[in-house]
C-alpha cells in the first residue's frame, strides 16, 4: 500500500514545536485527528504511550515511527510531522528524532500494518530522503517528496 493513499496533506506538520517525546506525540495526535475527523485524540495518545512503554519507536537515524492499533479505526492512518531542531525520543541511537510518521491500525490489522511500517522505514533509511525532508520549505513541498519518494519504491 502506497504512503500517499494513507497521508492525507493536512496531517503533515512542517515544523513542530515539541521537544520531547510526549508532545511530540500529542502534535502527531493532532495532526491526524485534523485530518480524520471522528478520532479521539486521547484515545490515539492513550494507544501510542502503551506502546512506547514496550520500547520506543526512534529507529535511529533520525527517524521515529509512533504507531498503535485503535477499535475504531476501519483503515490504516498516517501523519507526518519534521522537527528541525529535533525531539528526544528514547531513540536507539540516542540521537534526537527529527523525522515523524505516526500510523494507525485497525485492532485485527497485522499483516498490512507490518507492510507499511517496513515500507516507511525503508523510505526514511535513504540519507538523501531524509535531508530532502529536512531542508523542504513547507508542508506541500514536505508532501510531494513523501509521495514522489514512496512511488519509486
Known sequence: ???????????????MKATG???ALEELAEAITRAHAGLDRDAILRVLHERERLGSTGIGDGVAIPHGKLKNVDQLLLSFGRSRGGVEFD????????????????????????KTLARISKLLKNPAIRDALL??????????????EDSKL
Not at 1 to 15: D, G, H, R, S, W
Not at 91 to 114: N, R, T, W
Open 1 to 15: 500500500m502506497k504512503i500517499a493513499e494513507l497521508l492525507a496533506p493536512a496531517a503533515v506538520v512542517a515544523q
Open 21 to 23: 517525546k510526549n508532545a
Open 91 to 114: 531513540s536507539m541511537d540516542g540521537k534526537p528524532a527529527h523525522l515523524f510518521f505516526l500510523l494507525l491500525a485497525s485492532e485485527d490489522s497485522v499483516g498490512i500494518h507490518l
Open 135 to 148: 531542508a523542504a520549505d513547507d508542508s506541500a513541498d514536505l508532501y510531494r517528496i513523501i509521495t514522489e
